[in-house]
């Protein structure tokens, strides 16, 4: 009893404390708000099956010797950007289940021996640019069961230690804004990391395969849209057309007359990005043709062959009937001869 009142000096009430793992456990109890009074000590901090909605940015301020802090299974849809900018020993954060629908870039910044986290089962979209930077002791990471779409290969490069990412149960779009996570994958499946099914959604020719598996040549159009967009990109802009020209004002009496402006609005074709599906019926059709047209040239190469073998027939035949079928003229003559003869 003395060893844990030196331990953990004051454990919050209803909440379980163990001295020896200097462990505070306050999962299930209906909390609304973090207890205030958490010891400084506290490694362990167990917070899940709750009803935390919402927490202020100093809730766990002080607890520098924190290196596991569990989250999971509350009503959460906001953290605070210094949510967490006390905890320089934490290692495991678990926020599993909640309503989280975005994350500020800096709000693991300051947790770099962070080796654990859970994002699974929330509301996510999209993952802010540098969310991981601070994180290279990263090892495991589950964003699974999110409303995630795309992601961007930039986010995962500094998790050097990455070994487990779970990304299933997302409503993956399989297009150019995936194609450069994909290249990331190919490579953290090469250096051994583990990765879960990423199931495409999006194209519906594509729905239900794993991204890893779609061949890159799929994707050779996102080069086109690439090119297509830069030199867009280097056209001078014009002054604003509007498709009805308005009627020149009346100018003022003494004032001098201001130059209008010129009517003529270049219409500019609007691109319309290519869908995979479309490049699949494109080498479907484009194949049929070429089978149709080689099948056309193996008919007409045979029907020359089986012509010319005939006509080759007919000029033998007529050679040979040549000697015998003499010309009329010659036979009269020849009787002509046996008869002077005679």
Known sequence: MLYAVEALPACPFSCKCDSRSLEVDCSGLGLTMVPPDLPAATRTLLLLNNKLSALPSWAFANLSSLQRLDLSNNFLDQLPRSLFGDLTNLTELQLRNNSIRTLDRDLLQHSPLLRHLDLSINGLAQLPPGLFDGLPALRSLSLRSNRLQNLDRLTFEPLASLQLLQVGDNPWECDCNLRDFKHWMEWFSYRGGRLDQLACTLPKELRGKDMRVVP??????????????SSAGLDIPGPPCTKASPEPAKPKPGAEPEPEPSTACPQKQRYRPVSVRRAIGTVIIAGVVCGIVCIMMVVAAAYGCIYASVMAKYHRELKKRQPLMGDPEGEH??????SSVA
């Open 333 to 338: 003559e020849d009787q002509k001869q046996i």
């Open 216 to 229: 890159m040549e799929m994707f050779n159009y996102c080069s086109q849209l690439e090119d297509e967009n």
